[in-house]
């Protein structure tokens, strides 16, 4: 955005062979020999430092050079490499060309990037392996995080199940792999794991992973719970409830998350649906506990109606602002209406949804969500916004809330891949893994991972109103990606049984971090990592079980055809 215009430039991501000394721009599908990454380049004005005059500048490059530095992640950046392996060195004769399209148009503000990201998707878009079905990710998942994850003794589920050795895990008797707790109230593997188990466990007709799941979160909601405040404590290590989680030396204010106190208080509400609407179950005391904690985070809420990023651990005031990542307090709060019927504060809300709309999903750039990225620009605080104007648009039934939930959905595909990534490193480069459908998790730290695909829910629930073909190609992205992303047999990404997934996924080479025993580079976690398979399940078994085919991945015609959409003039 510069000076009221949208202004940049769309290129192809990487370089292939033609085969006849010419290299050209990767499109959609062309299945022709990959060469080389293209890159990017982008200057701020820097007067005095660099001949330049008022403008930003941004650029494409045929090949790559990792300078000024190499950066790995937020916590890793590394002096300019060396080696020349970016750069593209052409042979006598040969030639690359790489289509460029400028893009330059009137703009009043940045969601005028939305119809761009779109023309961009249609022009790169490439399926994710066609492998599975929901199905079967479900019970594979979810039978691999009750067997193998499952702590009975401490009424939860591990963060890291290892079938190898690696630093820092542990070994628990009568227990055949090595863990590492983490244990949390929502994020990372508390609520997160434990309601898409119990989900999970309905649709599978699992009594045992039931009860397991019901015991994890019978545990937190009982338990976490903040005597002097009446708020989550967002972390326990053996019994011990505080809010020094593994993200606490990261943050600036010690104190309760907004993040994960609005997660873990929507969660609680999701339990406490799917045990009513499956087993005409009423947790009175879970809803009880919910209901003294939803009018606490309204009295958070500053003068703009944000929420906290963090709220005081001592009287639960607001102790820091400005962060995108209090909108899961929104969230929890605009269900607790919906399903409770109690609009006593559906003003402060509306109040709230404006603010968060208008200062952060208006300008594409929400930031200050998971905790480990001292709030950088995310994809993850837009999920709890997604779900909050869901449940607003369910109580007021006004349809600017469906556009909203679909300017939403622009921002968090805009960390979405829309092409596969040809990986170079084993294990994704040796089982066929597919990026597309798969989303950024920040530019903090910016590997694939699963939590995006929680969506899937939301963006059935919005496919039911309007007819979107782009939200349902997007959707079918989404499923697909899910259900190629675990280990679809024993040892298929050189680690585990199968449905196990870790949450990391690096597509190339600036991510690339963890290492094999001999040194060389690995692409991804090799771990059960159940939150993440977590956020597998509870995209699948929601409202997508509902109306669409278990046994098959889905395609545009068949999500059209499923939703039975009540269609309005907005399309």
Not at 418 to 425: A, K, Y
């Amino acid at each position: 955005m510069t000076r009221s215009r949208v202004v940049g430039v769309v290129s192809s991501p990487y370089l292939v062979d033609r085969g006849d000394g010419m290299l050209v721009g990767h499109e959609a599908c062309d299945e022709l020999p990959f060469v080389q990454y293209a890159g990017f380049s982008c200057m701020l004005p820097t007067p005095g430092i660099v001949p330049c005059d008022d403008h930003a500048s941004v650029g494409v490059t045929i090949g790559y050079e990792n300078a000024p530095w190499l950066f790995v992640s937020s916590t890793d950046i590394r002096e300019r490499p060396d080696s020349a392996e970016g750069p593209i060195t052409l042979a006598p004769g040969g030639a690359a060309i790489m289509r460029l399209d400028v893009v330059d148009a009137p703009a009043r503000d940045e969601r005028a990037i939305i119809p761009v990201l779109e023309t961009v998707y249609r022009r790169f878009h490439e399926p994710p392996r066609q492998v599975g079905a929901p199905a079967r990710a479900i019970r594979d998942i979810a039978v691999a995080v009750d067997r193998d994850a499952w702590l009975e003794d401490e009424h939860m589920y591990a963060g890291f199940v290892f079938d190898h050795h690696s630093p820092g895990d542990e070994i628990i008797e009568g227990k055949p792999y090595m863990y590492r707790r983490l244990g949390s109230s929502s994020w990372t593997n508390g609520m997160a794991s434990a309601v898409p188990m119990l989900a999970s466990a309905w649709r599978l007709g699992d009594d045992a992973m039931r009860r397991h799941a019901l015991d994890g979160i019978e545990h937190i909601i009982q338990h976490c719970i903040n005597p002097t405040n009446g708020l989550p404590y967002t972390a326990v290590e053996h019994e011990r409830w505080s809010n020094r989680g593994w993200w606490f030396d990261g943050l600036s204010n010690p104190g309760h998350s907004g993040y994960l106190v609005g997660q873990t208080m929507y969660s609680a509400l999701r339990a406490w649906q799917i045990e009513r609407r499956f087993g005409g179950i009423d947790h009175s005391d879970w809803l009880k506990i919910i209901g003294n904690v939803i009018p606490r985070l309204a009295a958070g809420r500053n003068a703009v109606g944000e929420y906290p990023f963090v709220f005081d651990e001592m009287d639960g005031s607001g102790a820091e602002y400005e962060s995108f990542g209090g909108v899961w307090c929104l969230a929890a709060s605009a269900y607790w209406a919906l399903l409770t019927g109690d609009h006593s504060d559906l003003d402060g809300m509306l109040l709230s949804e404006r603010h968060y709309h208008n200062r952060y999903v208006a300008h594409m750039e929400c930031y200050g969500a998971p905790l480990d990225t001292s709030k950088a620009v995310d994809s993850e605080g837009i999920l709890g916004y997604i779900k909050a104007v869901g449940c607003l648009y369910a109580i007021t039934g006004d349809a600017m809330y469906l556009d909203r939930m679909r300017e939403a959905f622009a921002y968090e595909c805009s960390f979405r891949f829309c092409w596969n990534s040809p990986v170079g490193v084993p294990p994704l480069n040796e089982v066929g893994w597919s990026s597309c459908g798969g989303s950024v998790t920040s530019t903090s730290n910016a590997h694939i991972h699963p939590m995006s695909s929680v969506a899937i829910e939301d963006m059935v629930y919005y496919l039911r109103y309007r007819n979107d073909t782009y939200i349902a190609s997007r959707l079918c992205d989404a499923v697909g990606w899910s259900c190629q992303t675990y280990n679809l047999k024993d040892g298929e990404y050189g680690y585990g049984r199968v449905g196990w997934m870790s949450e990391r996924f690096c597509h190339c080479q600036g991510f690339l971090d963890e290492r094999y025993p001999d040194g060389s580079l690995c692409s991804t976690w090799r771990c059960l990592m159940p939150w993440a398979a977590g956020a597998i399940l509870d995209g699948l078994t929601g409202l997508y079980w509902d109306v669409m085919p278990h046994d098959e991945l889905p395609t545009v015609t068949m999500v059209s055809r499923a939703m039975g959409c009540v269609h309005d003039e907005k399309g």
